[in-house]
């Protein structure tokens, strides 16, 4: 029978691998997060007493070689491992993207052996935890004009700047920080927080409240040679980590449309008014037939990006149609959920608001809406339209 959770029975394409892995990450999800996700949220923290049983569970470094403590798993794997952590909370599935794609990745794909030995097995146990400080308080969507230095002394360089919006920067052991050298051409350092880096917490955010938000202050922060990223020379480095991360988050964003959808759906069957259901009425069933479609594009697009992936065709165009687009349905959808569970649908109990505004910052991080609508509009006309 069809059944509206695998409307186009995409659950026949999967080895039971991966249905193993999506029903252990549910399970996770269901029993450890949801439960207790909204007093974090509430309380603007995140839940730390989750890393353990992330780690355990292997969900960092999922698409990371097995010989660095990686899962070794492909980025199918990694998209269903984001979907359903998204399905709880997008702080939690950030945790798991930054320490994965913004931490795991530059340090495996610019890394040096060392580099890679020293630091993968530890952040993959989350024994170490890091964050990705790129983006700055006059650099945003154009992280090109950093105002972050690099100074080389001898052996060393002296690194100084601010980074802003840095999410796990308040927990993180290390930080990956991208800076300007000398020649004006963007680096990447591995700064170990005894190295001397500073962290302060951004509080009164009202989206993606259990996540951990911080500034990176780097006042004249010496680093070893030995901690600068080899293989990163120039503004492509960063950019391969966001497009990494992307991914997850156009998977991700299917995970929160998929339980909207769950959600508004029973709640529609038992809330009666006017002496029937509400589910009877046409508007709401127009509602929740957008809500479908809505959920089940953007669940097509995460898996095509998958394959594309593992054909070795995905391109970064790809992907910034797949973060624009789903984001955006999923905003769309949370909406119609929250209007279709009335005054209810404002309560953190329902879980519906609270995926709505944290996909506020969702749509904003790793390139805007607008900043993908330009890059497709770049693939369209050839013409780059980012500058006057
Ligand atoms: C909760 C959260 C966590 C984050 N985590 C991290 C992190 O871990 N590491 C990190 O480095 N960064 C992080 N960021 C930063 C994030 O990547 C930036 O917020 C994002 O790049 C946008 O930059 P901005 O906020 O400065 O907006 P701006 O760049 O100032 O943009 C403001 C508005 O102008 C629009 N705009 C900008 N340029 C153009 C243009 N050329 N044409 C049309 N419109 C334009 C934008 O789309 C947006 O609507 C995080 C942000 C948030 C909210």
């Known amino acids: 029978m069809l059944k509206y959770e695998d409307f186009f029975l995409l659950d026949e394409k999967l080895s039971s691998e991966y249905k193993v892995l999506r029903e252990s990450v549910r399970k996770f999800v269901d029993n450890e997060v949801i439960p ?38 492909d980025k199918l794997a990694y998209g269903i491992i984001t979907r359903e952590l998204e399905r709880g909370d997008s702080g939690i599935r950030s945790f798991v993207s930054v320490q994965t794609s913004l931490v795991m990745y530059p340090i495996l794909t610019f890394g040096s052996e060392n580099q890679r030995k020293k ?20 650099a945003g969507s154009d992280p090109s004009s950093m105002k972050t230095r690099a100074y080389r002394k001898g052996n060393k360089w002296i690194l100084r700047g601010t980074k802003m919006w840095i999410t796990n920067a308040n927990i993180s052991d290390i930080a990956i920080i991208w800076a300007k050298d000398d020649d004006n051409i963007i680096r990447g350092f591995i700064v170990e927080r005894d190295m001397g880096y500073k962290t302060k917490e951004m509080k009164g955010k ?3 409240r259990a996540s951990d938000t911080g500034e990176v ?67 709401t069933q127009q509602k929740l037939a957008d809500i479908l479609t809505y959920t089940q594009n953007a669940n097509l697009i995460a898996y095509r990006i998958a394959e594309l992936e593992k054909e070795g065709k995905l391109s970064h165009y790809h992907i910034s149609y797949a973060k624009r687009y789903n984001v955006r349905a999923a905003k769309v959808v949370s909406e119609m959920a929250r209007s279709i569970l009335g005054a209810n649908g404002i309560m953190l109990d329902y879980h519906i608001m609270r995926h709505m505004t944290n ?4 749509e904003t991080y790793e390139g805007t809406y607008e900043i993908h609508t330009l ?7 050839g013409m780059e339209s980012f500058r006057k």
């Open 36 to 73: 207790i996700i909204s007093e974090y949220w509430e309380n603007g923290k995140f839940p730390r007493r989750l890393i353990s049983k992330i780690a355990e569970l292997g969900l960092v470094g999922s698409y990371m070689p097995v010989e660095y403590g990686g899962g070794g798993f």
């Open 119 to 138: 630091y993968l097995p530890k952040l993959a146990s989350c024994e170490v935890i890091g964050c990705f400080g790129l983006t700055e308080p006059d």
């Open 206 to 208: 009202i989206s993606l």
């Open 217 to 283: 202050i780097l006042d004249d922060v010496e680093v070893p040679e030995e901690n600068r990223l080899p293989f990163a020379e120039g503004l492509k480095a960063p950019l391969m980590c966001l497009n990494q991360a992307r991914f997850g988050i156009a998977w991700g964003a299917v995970g929160i449309a998929q339980f909207c959808l769950e959600t508004a759906l029973k709640y529609s069957k038992e809330r009666i008014m006017f002496s029937n259901p509400i589910a009877s009425y046409q508007l």
């Open 359 to 362: 996909l506020e910052a969702v």
């Open 375 to 381: 890059i497709l509009g770049e693939f369209l006309t």
